[in-house]
């Protein structure tokens, strides 16, 4: 059975920092590119950052480039979000998602095969 499990959100002050970690398990975590989405309530769930499946390449929405860091540990099974200078718009459910394809920057929701059941980030002013 596949599963991924977020963790590491949480309330905090805008300026601050956060890591979210996915952990997979069920399928073998080196042959998907890894990837974290987030959706605000009454929006679209967007893209964020993907990371390839070997984690040479990354790849990020604007609104995040620079304070955000995507990366992965094959040993651990796990991909990290590490968050950086978080703003009150980035509040938001974050979900990791696994993709079998490995081709480059990947933004859209329905080319991901797995998903977590979120975690919540609010950022306050």
């Known amino acids: 059975q596949v599963q991924l499990v977020e963790s590491g959100g949480g309330s905090v002050q805008a300026g601050d920092s956060l890591r979210l970690s996915c952990v997979v398990s069920?399928?073998?975590?080196?042959?998907?590119?890894m990837a974290w989405f987030r959706q605000a309530p009454g929006e679209e769930r967007e893209f964020v950052a993907r990371v390839s499946r070997g984690g040479a390449s990354t790849y990020y929405a604007d609104s995040v480039k620079g304070r955000f860091s995507i990366s992965r540990n094959a040993a651990k099974s796990t991909v990290y979000l590490q968050m950086g200078n978080l703003k009150p718009e980035d509040t938001a459910a974050y979900y990791c998602?696994?993709?079998?394809?490995?081709?480059?920057?990947?933004?859209?929701?329905?080319?991901?095969?797995?998903w977590g059941q979120g975690t919540q980030v609010t950022v306050s002013s």
């Open positions: 998602a696994a993709d079998k394809t490995n081709y480059g920057l990947q933004p859209k929701v329905d080319a991901y095969d797995y």
């Open positions: 069920g399928y073998s975590f080196g042959y998907y590119a």
